[in-house]
Nanobody, 128 residues
Framework: QLQLVESGGGLVQPGGSLRLSCAAS????????IGWFRQAPGKEREGVSC????????NYADSVKGRFTISRDNAKNTVYLQMNSLKPEDTAVYYC?????????????????????WGQGTQVTVSS
């Protein structure tokens, strides 16, 4: 069974850092573009960052550019989201998502939410 599992969320103070992980089971991430999305209470889900299967192409929401970094380790079948300089407005449930490589660009994946598979999400709370 194809599954995406997020981990690494939690409570952090403003200005702090967290690293989220997205691990795949039941399939190999090598052939998939992967994205991180988030949904805050009362808001629509938005694309945070997406990465191509090779890692050569990435996309970031303007609100996280310069603070968040997406990366992947295909040998570990895992994609990461390093989040630095966290702000209270980053508080949300963060979801990992996947779509087979080549179906859409990473920009389309992130901006339009074009995905094939979703994880269950991990809560990130930024508060003092």
């Amino acid at each position: 069974q194809l599954q995406l599992v997020e981990s690494g969320g939690g409570l952090v103070q403003p200005g702090g850092s967290l690293r989220l992980s997205c691990a795949a089971s039941g399939f190999t991430l090598d052939y998939y573009s992967i994205g991180w999305f988030r949904q805050a209470p009362g808001k629509e889900r938005e694309g945070v960052s997406c990465i191509s299967s090779s890692g050569s192409s990435t996309n970031y929401a303007d609100s996280v550019k310069g603070r968040f970094t997406i990366s992947r380790d295909n040998a570990k079948n895992t994609v990461y989201l390093q989040m630095n300089s966290l702000k209270p407005e980053d508080t949300a449930v963060y979801y990992c998502a996947a779509i087979p490589s080549g179906v859409v660009t990473v920009q389309t994946m992130c901006v339009r939410g074009r995905v094939a598979y979703w994880g269950q999400g991990t809560q990130v709370t930024v508060s003092s």
